[in-house]
T-cell receptor, first 112, second 114 residues
Framework: SAVISQKPSRDICQRGTSLTIQCQVDSQVTMMFWYRQQPGQSLTLIATANQGSEATYESGFVIDKFPISRPNLTFSTLTVSNMSPEDSSIYLC?????????FGPGTRLTVL | AQSVTQPDIHITVSEGASLELRCNYSYGATPYLFWYVQSPGQGLQLLLKYFSGDTLVQGIKGFEAEFKRSQSSFNLRKPSVHWSDAAEYFCAVGEGTGANNLFFGTGTRLTVIP
């Protein structure tokens, strides 16, 4: 199974600033996903990021707020822009491989 | 539209007791079904999955789940719970081929008492 790392593991940010989260995979994968898990809530898919194409965003999420890069088959970034306290969440990346998804450890973001 | 319901927000069981976590799904075609566990401060770990075939699937850590199409259910079971099983458990349904676009239930928090 794929091994996924995320940076940073946690951060505390001021409102109005932006944070870029990195996701690194130990093998080449086509499909990568970004999820948000708000406090005490389940996971919600933000977008699907396939290498070589624009990310596909789910309803309620827009590129201006959550720009995503996917420069190669092992790496992706998610930026949370112009943050507000409502963006305080755990952000997880995952990869699709062998008909299942493998998840990274998550990035815990607190916005003051 | 796809949806997953986990009716139990929080369950408390004694160590050594049996466990069943409920999951009901709504999906138009044959679903791909998953159970994940999330320990405090950790990412999600896949416990087991169902795609087709035998409706009783075995997973890691002694867990099993049974797919019942007539009840649209995929309940997770364990015959004897260990203290280390305390965690958040998520049921998910995948659409399309494999694990594209996973839809998660709201989760069930399991507390294990000695």
């Amino acid at each position: 199974s794929a091994v996924i790392s995320q940076k940073p593991s946690r951060d505390i940010c001021q409102r109005g600033t932006s944070l870029t989260i990195q996701c690194q995979v130990d093998s080449q994968v086509t499909m990568m996903f970004w999820y948000r898990q708000q406090p005490g809530q389940s996971l919600t898919l933000i977008a699907t990021a396939n290498q070589g194409s624009e990310a596909t965003y789910e309803s309620g999420f827009v590129i201006d707020k959550f720009p995503i890069s996917r420069p190669n088959l092992t790496f992706s970034t998610l930026t949370v822009s112009n943050m507000s306290p409502e963006d305080s969440s755990i952000y997880l990346c995952s990869v699709g491989q062998y008909n299942e998804q493998f998840f990274g450890p998550g990035t815990r973001l607190t916005v003051l | 539209a796809q949806s997953v319901t986990q009716p139990d927000i929080h369950i408390t069981v004694s160590e050594g007791a049996s466990l069943e976590l409920r999951c009901n799904y709504s999906y138009g075609a044959t679903p791909y079904l998953f159970w994940y566990v999330q320990s405090p401060g950790q990412g999600l770990q896949l416990l087991l999955k169902y795609f087709s075939g035998d409706t009783l699937v075995q997973g890691i850590k002694g867990f099993e789940a049974e797919f019942k199409r007539s009840q649209s259910s995929f309940n997770l079971r364990k015959p004897s719970v260990h203290w280390s099983d305390a965690a958040e458990y998520f049921c998910a349904v995948g659409e399309g081929t494999g694990a594209n676009n996973l839809f998660f239930g709201t989760g069930t928090r399991l507390t294990v008492i000695p």
